[in-house]
């Protein structure tokens, strides 16, 4: 049995009330399956993006099938736990530090725009990414620099999937305590599909939250696009913020990035 030190879960308290990560692990990962339209994740070579620790213990604990899991993470102690207890259980794990700078969990990184690779070989791409409870802790500039990259790495054909936290009284973008920016960040509905849009993505399917003790908060399926197009996927009418508006709460943003 592999077995995750405390210290290396970082889920929030509410999440625990659900069930052990290994547990909450396996339904947010059938749950992705289902949004896919598929019954599992087998063949599928994942990108997983702030990993943590929780798909770790659910591959290995669970059995889960996929091709290949690639976990990144800012967290370098974290990272090198599960390259020495993980890896060596499991040939299709792998795992990278990323060095790019978020206001919550790395103040230290690389600013996120100057970042314009992942840290391992160019030519691996995949056929999923995921960020589960991480654009939850991104400013605009930061999202779109997540967003911009990994869309790089993804196959014709695949997708990214994101949890976020939207609500309908976000004009755009927004924290919800200033005093500590990326603990919660918040986003209306329309100003995330410009951002994907600004970064080549169009949105395949939207869910809201079950309930607001829901295991999974907003989520977005979403498949490459032209970059720039915002013709396609815009959601209902009236829910789209000016692009201009979101450009310029992003340039604010950015100069304190
Ligand atoms: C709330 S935890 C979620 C972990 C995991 N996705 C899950 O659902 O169990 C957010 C994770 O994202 C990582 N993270 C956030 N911003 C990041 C960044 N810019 N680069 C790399 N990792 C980041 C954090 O280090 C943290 O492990």
């Not at 809201?208 to 915002?230: M, Q, V």
């Amino acid at each position: 049995m592999f077995v995750v030190p405390e210290k290396f879960v970082r889920n929030a308290p509410h999440i625990a009330k659900h069930g052990p990560p290994v547990e909450t692990g396996a339904w947010l990962l059938n749950y992705l399956a289902r949004r896919l339209g598929r019954a599992d994740l087998a063949g599928l070579d994942i990108l997983d993006f702030g990993c943590g620790t929780r798909f770790t213990d659910t591959i290995l604990n669970g059995n889960l099938p996929l091709n290949s899991y690639t976990g990144l993470d800012a967290w370098l102690e974290m990272i090198n736990f599960l390259n020495a207890e993980a890896v060596p259980l499991d040939p299709r794990l792998s795992y990278y530090k990323l060095n790019m700078r978020n206001n919550y969990y790395d103040k230290a990184g690389t600013p996120p725009r100057k970042v314009t690779e992942l840290p391992f070989p160019q030519d691996r791409t995949f056929d999923l990414a995921c960020l589960f409870s991480v654009i939850t802790h991104q400013n605009p500039t930061e999202a779109t620099s997540i967003f911009r990259l990994i869309r790089k790495y993804i196959r014709p054909g695949g997708h990214m999937f994101f949890s976020a936290d939207i609500l309908d009284d976000v004009p755009l973008y927004r924290e919800a305590d200033e005093n500590v920016p990326g603990c919660y960040s918040q986003y209306s509905y329309g100003a995330l599909v410009q951002l994907l849009a600004m970064t080549g993505w169009q949105v395949v399917s939207f869910e809201k939250r079950e309930n607001d003790s829901a295991l999974i908060l907003e989520s977005l399926l979403c498949a490459p696009a032209p970059i720039g197009d915002t013709s396609a996927s815009l959601g209902p009418p009236g829910c789209i913020s000016a692009l201009a508006d979101v450009m310029a709460a992003i340039t604010r943003l950015g100069q304190r990035v």
